[in-house]
């Protein structure tokens, strides 16, 4: 992929954040604890069909040699599906916690032992929801060396992911948001 692939993509993404009404500002309170004036939820975004191919498409074009692609109940769900749709990979959901009945798995799909399983997430702040997701697939015998979020918040989550030898590539930062960064 070029680098001016890369930002039209950028520009595409940001554009799709913003006319759906997923870029808010405000006082929030986000999943890590902290707080911020501007919101993204992604959410917004992929409910609108033409939005969630934008972003797929762009995730697609990403994926590199993963053998399977995996991501979070709820926010990854359907970016997961969708690039699954668009390449052809299995793929599979993680649970926030494991099931109370039933298998009580923390992930439905299959994950054979070594597969290369790319993590698509929709937000990333500290990156500790990734972290999470990483270690549940490599306890279940997959390799992550690579994730791919929609939007970065830069506030911490490029660094703690390579820390455990993972390369976050976000599709979007803050910065490329209009107005985000004031």
């Given at each position: 992929?070029?680098?001016?692939?890369?930002a039209a993509d950028r520009t595409r993404i940001a554009e799709a954040l913003v006319s759906s009404g997923?870029?808010?500002?405000?006082?929030?309170?986000?999943?890590?604890?902290?707080?911020?004036?501007?919101?993204?939820?992604?959410?917004?975004?992929?409910?609108?069909?033409?939005?969630?191919?934008?972003?797929?498409?762009?995730?697609?074009?990403?994926?590199?040699?993963?053998?399977?692609?995996?991501?979070?109940?709820?926010?990854?769900?359907?970016?997961?599906?969708?690039?699954?749709?668009?390449?052809?990979?299995?793929?599979?959901?993680?649970?926030?916690?494991?099931?109370?009945?039933?298998?009580?798995?923390?992930?439905?799909?299959?994950?054979?032992a070594g597969a290369r399983v790319l993590l698509i997430e929709d937000a990333s702040t500290t990156g500790?929801?990734?972290?999470?997701?990483?270690?549940?697939?490599?306890?279940?015998?997959?390799?992550?060396?690579?994730?791919?979020?929609?939007?970065?918040?830069?506030?911490?989550?490029?660094?703690?992911?390579?820390?455990?030898?993972?390369?976050?590539?976000?599709?979007?930062?803050?910065?490329?948001?209009?107005?985000?960064?004031?």
């Amino acid at each position: 992929m070029t680098e001016a692939d890369a930002a039209a993509d950028r520009t595409r993404i940001a554009e799709a954040l913003v006319s759906s009404g997923a870029v808010r500002f405000g006082q929030f309170t986000l999943a890590s604890g902290q707080t911020s004036h501007v919101y993204i939820d992604v959410k917004r975004a992929w409910t609108e069909p033409s939005r969630l191919s934008t972003i797929a498409e762009a995730l697609a074009r990403r994926v590199g040699s993963a053998e399977r692609l995996a991501g979070m109940e709820l926010g990854a769900v359907p970016l997961v599906v969708a690039t699954a749709l668009r390449t052809g990979l299995p793929y599979l959901i993680i649970r926030k916690a494991a099931k109370e009945h039933g298998t009580k798995q923390r992930f439905e799909g299959d994950i054979p032992a070594g597969a290369r399983v790319l993590l698509i997430e929709d937000a990333s702040t500290t990156g500790g929801s990734a972290l999470e997701s990483i270690q549940v697939i490599r306890a279940a015998g997959g390799t992550v060396t690579e994730a791919l979020v929609v939007v970065d918040r830069e506030m911490g989550a490029i660094d703690r992911l390579r820390s455990v030898g993972v390369h976050l590539v976000p599709l979007v930062t803050l910065s490329d948001i209009p107005g985000a960064r004031a």
